[in-house]
């Protein structure tokens, strides 16, 4: 599993597991206990050592016992919610966790990598039924839980592939004519619906590097000689190449996206990668597109951080019936996603040409990198919520 770690984001890393939270750890809630509960994590005993508590922050020193790594929740023993959930815990290491609950009735359970899940003893923690700065309850998602999801958004990819087929034979059609002032504008249509396409990028393979990949270190996309694809292209259209020269480039593209749709119906989505990846999509757009990392002399970054908005938006669309009842910021991410959009729309010109991100003052900079941060923040939850847990 990827780990990514921002502000109030869901996950801890902890002695020799992870602990992963829907917010962060809070101290200082009433009624939360001082010390450290020692529960022990095994197959013989799962949960022993914790036998009451008191509403507020619960702080956990998980022991496993067995030999062998162990996955380790805090549940609710009705509702089956998880509020805990210690990953990769390793044979005899101990990890320290906290978790601020209400009362209600508690239980541990211990997931053994190839043993039936072990329901520790349920323990009633008393006091307020509401506290403040409470971890949510994750209902656990399951493989079946995502597998549609996966195969939903596989169909809308390969719906993507003709557009981006007919964009990447119109750019290579200019090349071939001579017409490079028509290339540029085709290049960016057929770049941006590839953009777009942001969760599926696991299941491309060698595919995305050979399409979209990035110079290597100490080239440049113009100077490497081992690269092709969208960034050469860009590379060699605005240095003032001549056509004969990037026509080679524009008949390897036409091929490579004619490769990649035949064969990623044999490819498969990694149903964990659509959560993770509606988070890792604008992440990896603040570190390259914002920075300016991939422009190769096109200008054209903040089209490019349209176009990964909109794939955003795409990959959340198939588990959006997941999140509706399992994360409540879902609106406010919503309406984070949407105020990026018309944020970064807004330095697009009538003609459809974009404004340069070296064109963006200092104050315009800082707002758009904290409207983006804000809306990464927001996203940072869906990839722990959407995390595969076994049903116990």
Known sequence: MAIGVLAASLVLLVGGGVAVQLT??????????????????????????WQEGTAGVQTFDVKNTSIAGMEVYLQSASSKDVYLDLESLGAGSTTRAQATIAAGKYRFVC????????????????GAERVADATPG????????????????????EGRFPVLAAGVAALNGDVASGDLAKA?????????????????????????????GMPASSTTALSDPDLTGFHKIEALLWSGAPAAKIAPFTSRLVIDVGDLRTNFPNARIDPLDIGLRAHEILENALQFELTGKTDAGSHTNLATLDANLAGTVQA????????????????????????????VESYRHTDGSWVPLQSLTTAQRESLDAQIDQTI???APIAAICDVRRAA
């Open 316 to 343: 959340l669309e198939p588990i959006s019936g997941i999140l509706k009842t399992r994360y409540p910021d879902l609106a406010k991410t919503d309406a984070a996603i949407a105020a990026s959009r018309t944020l």
């Open 111 to 126: 997931l053994p990598a190839d043993e039936n899940p072990i329901a520790g003893p349920v323990v009633t923690v008393t």
């Open 138 to 157: 994750i209902a656990p998602v399951t493989q079946n839980d995502l597998i549609p999801a996966s195969k939903a958004y596989g169909e809308w990819i």
């Open 24 to 49: 962060h750890s809070a101290g200082g809630a009433d009624g939360g206990h001082a010390d450290a509960y020692t529960v022990t994590a095994g197959i013989s005993g799962c949960g022993d050592g």
């Open 377 to 379: 923040e927001l996203l």
């Open 184 to 212: 540029k504008t085709d290049w960016l249509g057929a770049h941006l619906v590839y953009e777009s396409l942001g969760a599926a990028y696991g299941a491309f393979g060698d595919a995305d590097a050979a399409i979209n």
